[in-house]
T-cell receptor, first 111, second 114 residues
C-alpha cells in the first residue's frame, strides 16, 4: 500500500522560476516529513524536513509547507537553478527509524 | 570517514544463484538500514539494525533474504535462490540515533537477475 504519493512524475521549469513539488500521504500517524534529492548513480541526500507541529520550514532557497488537514505537503524551490535538476523524493515517518517514500518527481531546470 | 560505502556497485547474476552485498556505515553511526528501490518507485524499507541487533524486518524481506551486522559494524544482505523480481537497487543507510533527517545513504548496489 502506497502511503506516500507523488502524483507528478516530472516537472520542467525555467531557470530562475519557482519549482513546486507536491506530495500526499494517507497515514495519520506520520509525524515527520522529509524531502530527499537524488542524482543518477548516487544515493538520496537529505534536503529539508518538517515536523507535524509546524506548517512551514525554510532553508535558503527551499521551503516545505505542511497541510495536515489535507494530508499534503509541498516543496518550493526559489529560484530554481540548473544544479537542482534531479529526482526529488518525499518521505514520511511515524517512528524514529523507518521512512516511507513516494515514487519521486524528476525536476528538469531549463537554462 | 567518507560516508556510507556499498559493495559491489553492480551485480548481474543468474536466476537461482545466491548473492551477498556489503554495506560499511559511517563509523560512529549505531543504526543501519536496508532499503530496496525498483524502477519508477521510491525506496522501500527492508530492515534495520541498532548496533548488532536486527530490530525490524519488513514483510518484503522473504525467507530468501537474510541480513546481518556482526559486531555492530558493517552489514551484509544475502539473497538466496535469486528471482527476476529481486532485480532492484539495494540501498544502505546509517544514522546516529533516531533522527530521520540524520540518515546518510550509500550509492546502492544495483542487482540484475537474468
Amino acid at each position: 500500500d502506497q502511503q506516500v504519493k507523488q502524483n507528478s512524475p516530472s516537472l520542467s521549469v525555467q531557470e530562475g522560476r519557482i519549482s513546486i513539488l507536491n506530495c500526499d500521504y494517507t497515514n495519520s500517524m506520520f509525524d515527520y516529513f522529509l524531502w530527499y534529492k537524488k542524482y543518477p548513480a548516487e544515493g538520496p541526500t537529505f534536503l529539508i524536513s518538517i515536523s507535524s507541529i509546524k506548517d512551514k520550514n525554510e532553508d535558503g532557497r527551499f521551503t516545505v509547507f505542511l497541510n495536515k488537514s489535507a494530508k499534503h505537503l509541498s516543496l518550493h524551490i526559489v529560484p530554481s537553478q540548473p544544479g537542482d535538476s534531479a529526482v526529488y523524493f518525499c518521505a514520511a515517518s511515524a517512528d524514529d527509524y523507518k521512512l516511507s517514500f513516494g515514487a519521486g518527481t524528476t525536476v528538469t531546470v531549463r537554462a | 570517514d567518507t560516508g556510507v560505502s556499498q559493495d559491489p556497485r553492480h551485480k548481474i547474476t543468474k536466476r537461482g544463484q545466491n548473492v551477498t552485498f556489503r554495506c560499511d556505515p559511517i563509523s560512529e553511526h549505531n543504526r543501519l538500514y536496508w532499503y530496496r528501490q525498483t524502477l519508477g518507485q521510491g525506496p522501500e524499507f527492508l530492515t534495520y539494525f541498532q548496533n548488532e541487533a536486527q530490530l525490524e524486518k519488513s514483510r518484503l524481506l522473504s525467507d530468501r533474504f537474510s541480513a546481518e551486522r556482526p559486531k555492530g559494524s558493517f552489514s551484509t544482505l544475502e539473497i538466496q535462490r535469486t528471482e527476476q523480481g529481486d532485480s532492484a537497487m539495494y540501498l544502505c543507510a546509517s544514522s546516529l540515533g533516531g533522527q530521520p533527517d540524520g540518515y546518510t545513504f550509500g550509492s546502492g548496489t544495483r542487482l540484475t537477475v537474468v
